[in-house]
């Protein structure tokens, strides 16, 4: 509502207050009544808004009019009576009666609502049914006027007795505050309906630029959250590499002979600045995975290969916990065209996880198998518009201690663990399966997670054969 009327005009509706008829009453509705009214009465009837404008009318030719109008100074009579019915509005509630000069009269009728004029209504014309002769000023009018014939014409117009033109205009009077009233009514209840949509409406956008901009402050810090990790991981990583490097010197006695116990502690620093490094490359791989720079590089992948290349480096961990590693390639797998470190990578967050979460005594089995992709078909959604694919599914599945399913969402998002304590048992960051969702999305894979909680838990990596 940003222009000035229609902000005064909805103050008005507000208050109940109507300035002219035209306002709510329909103007068909009111061509109808003074159609019935002329069909009952024969009486000629016109209704006038508030500001003067003609609003419905339903009239006769006067012949008598038509009469006069042939004679020298009748065309100028008969357009001032015209006028001077037009131009009368009664101040008051009260009926103005227009005498005019040839006997027959108008009754100007005013149309209040709530107090205030909104228009007016006219009867007539019409000759009092006491009338009996021709006024003598018209037949003073034109020495060529034929006075029988004014008679005839003027006999011939309605007669109304008083009493009678009383109740008619009471009747039309009735029949139009009603019309009113229950337009009013309506269009109150639709401009309050409008008033109310608008409303909620104006809420609606008000909230929805508090979120957009709440959500543009998130979407900074999460910005100025990214730039910080990659900043400080790499700051961490160049002195973190001559720590490892040389405790490495130190272990290959190139320092001279170390004892058994400077032996032991050199391996605690070799071992926890490799966990250290680990973790740091995490915290890039995440950055530049959600800044999309991370670079694949694709090339022919043997998934089988991989598999097993994946059990060698993972069965002394398992071994060492008592788990069974179980790996099992089935049947003929297409060839992946797959960046071959991370998908490794991918597959090796599972497994760590796996074993992780399962308790001793325990199955951790690796599954590669071929599988159909099927594509979606774009816009139009249908599944008969897709075409599908050679792929190869990866199933991780365990027997540990399995996850409740409301947590399944979750366990996507950067930094979530289900045991968030600072007392959990299990150590981690809660980056790997984040990490490993975005390289699985950056093949154009997908991966699905099923999980029982005391039972197990399977990971499904889905990657598809290159699109031809
Ligand atoms: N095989 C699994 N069995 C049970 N819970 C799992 C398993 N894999 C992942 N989770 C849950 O998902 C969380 C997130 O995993 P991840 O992102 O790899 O983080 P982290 O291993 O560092 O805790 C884990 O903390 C754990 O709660
Ligand atoms: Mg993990």
Redesign the pocket.
């Known amino acids: 509502m940003n222009d000035g009327a229609a902000t005064a005009k909805s103050v008005d509706i507000a208050l109940g207050d109507i300035a002219d008829l035209q306002d709510v009453v329909d103007r068909d509705a009111l061509r109808e009544i003074c159609r019935s009214f002329f069909d009952l009465f024969n009486l000629s009837v016109r209704i006038y808004g508030g500001s003067g404008k003609l609003l419905a009318s339903v009239s006769e030719p006067v012949e008598l009019y038509q009469y006069l109008q042939e004679l020298e100074s009748g065309g100028k009579l008969v357009g001032d009576i015209v006028d001077a019915v037009k131009r009368l509005v009664p101040t008051g509630n009260e009926v103005e009666r227009h005498e005019t000069i040839t006997g027959a009269v108008y009754d100007v009728v005013p149309i209040t609502y709530q107090g205030r004029g909104v228009g007016r209504f006219v009867i007539g014309p019409f000759v009092p049914a006491e009338l009996e002769q021709v006024p003598k000023a018209l037949v003073r009018l034109d020495r060529s006027v034929d006075r029988m014939k004014l008679r005839d014409l003027l006999m011939k117009m309605p007669r109304v007795r008083e009493e009678t033109a009383e109740r008619i205009t009471d009747h039309l009077r009735s029949v139009i505050d009603l019309l009113l009233f229950s337009s009013h009514r309506a269009h109150l209840t639709s401009e309050m309906h409008v008033a109310s949509v608008r409303e909620s409406y104006r809420e609606l956008a008000e909230k929805t630029a508090k979120l957009q901009s709440a959500y543009d402050r998130l979407k900074e810090l999460d910005q100025l959250k990214s730039n910080f990790l990659a900043t400080v991981s790499h700051e961490l990583r160049t002195p973190l590499t001559s720590i490892i490097g040389y405790s490495e010197m130190l272990e290959a006695n190139i320092a001279g002979e170390l004892n058994d116990e400077q032996r032991e502690f050199i391996g605690t620093i070799h071992q926890k600045g490799n966990q250290l490094l680990g973790l740091i490359s995490s915290l890039l791989d995440l950055s530049k995975l959600e800044q999309g720079v991370m670079r694949l590089a694709p090339q022919p992948v043997d998934a089988g290969g991989l598999i097993e290349d994946l059990e060698r480096t993972f069965a002394p961990h398992a071994h060492k916990k008592g788990i069974d590693l179980v790996v099992e390639v089935r049947g003929e797998l297409p060839a992946l065209n797959a960046d071959p470190l991370r998908l490794k990578q991918i597959l090796a967050?599972l497994a760590e996880?796996?074993i992780?979460?399962t308790p001793e005594g325990g199955t951790v089995r690796m599954v590669a198998e071929a599988t159909e992709w099927e594509d979606e078909g774009g816009d139009f959604g249908a599944v008969l518009m897709g075409s599908t694919r050679e792929a190869v599914a990866f199933r991780i599945s365990?027997t540990?201690?399995?996850?409740p399913s409301a947590e399944l969402e979750r366990?996507f998002d950067a930094f979530?663990?289900?045991?968030g304590s600072s007392t959990r048992e299990?150590g981690?960051?809660?980056?790997?399966?984040?990490i490993v969702k975005r390289l699985v999305d950056a093949h154009g894979g997908a991966v699905t997670v099923d999980?029982k909680p005391g039972q197990g838990?399977t990971f499904t990596v889905t990657i598809p054969e290159a699109e031809s």
Do not use: E, P, R, W
């Not at 979530?416 to 045991?419: A, K, P, R």
């Not at 981690?428 to 984040?434: A, F, V, Y």
């Open positions: 967050n996880n796996a992780k979460f365990d540990g201690i399995g996850m366990i979530y663990q289900v045991d299990h981690g960051t809660g980056l790997g399966l984040s999980s838990t």
